[in-house]
């Protein structure tokens, strides 16, 4: 593919805040085969990931997991709940810092970076090597009572474990769980059904974007560096 087609889809892909479909990308362009522009797509969502995940999160991080829809095939029968196979565990991470008001005492979290990783278990494991990957050594993590989070203490500084309830949803947890709302509409919004082995690279687009809520139209020029870097 040409140069140019690279910028224009980088940029079409920046310029929208919630995400563009590959049919409306498509459209855009005059391109004339739907599945190059659908796999350039995920070619740049790859590098959003790899670069998102070059950063430690550090301070207070709030921690916990979200369930994401995937598409399913029709003739497969489903199971109800949590161990539906249409569920996607996902971790999700938000460095959270915690604010006073001067003047009244109201007490808030102000959150900086987000991290979303699919998860093939749940298992003590799988979250001890993610905690590894993702955060700094020092920083503090809070989270619910689940026993897959016993381990996390022996590597970082603290780790404060809450009853899950929606007292913690509203306070203790309230970004991780704002965007994992947030990034459910976004994707049911924009494309409908994913399969699972992409969701990945569909976070990692909403989670890019979500950390560079502030960079204004700088947002395609770090797109580029993003890209073109040479991850190994």
């Known amino acids: 593919m040409s140069v140019r087609t690279w910028y224009l889809v980088m940029a079409f892909m ?14 855009q362009l005059g391109h004339p085969k739907y599945d190059t522009v659908w796999r350039l797509m995920h070619r740049i969502r790859e590098a959003m990931g790899k670069r998102d995940a070059l950063y ?9 997991e979200g369930y994401f829809e995937k598409a399913t095939s029709k003739h ?3 199971k109800r709940g949590r161990g539906s196979q249409r569920q996607v565990q996902v971790a999700v991470m938000a460095e959270s810092t915690p604010l006073e008001d001067i003047r009244t005492g109201e007490c808030s979290r ?11 278990d749940h298992s003590a494991e799988a979250v001890t090597q993610l905690v590894r990957g993702n955060f700094d050594e020092r920083c503090i ?9 016993v381990d996390i203490a022996d590597h970082v ?4 474990s809450e009853t899950s309830d929606e007292k913690t949803t509203r306070t203790t947890l309230q970004w991780v769980h704002i965007a994992i709302s947030n990034a459910k509409r976004t994707l049911l919004g924009i494309f409908h059904k994913i399969k699972g082995k992409y969701l990945q690279n569909y976070l990692n687009e909403f989670c890019y974007k979500l950390n560079r809520r502030y960079f204004g139209e700088r947002l395609f020029d770090r797109l580029i560096l993003a890209v073109a870097k040479a991850y190994w």
Request: hydrophobic share 35%; net charge positive; glycine share 4%.
């Open 110 to 120: 102000q959150c900086r970076y987000f991290k979303m990783k699919v998860m093939p």
């Open 141 to 149: 993590v809070f989270s619910d009572r689940s026993t897959s989070y």
């Open 76 to 78: 497969v029968r489903l």
């Open 14 to 27: 920046s310029f929208s805040k919630k995400g563009i479909s590959a049919a409306e990308l498509q459209r």
């Open 56 to 64: 430690l999160l550090e301070g207070e991080i709030e921690f916990d």
């Open 157 to 160: 500084e603290t780790h404060i």
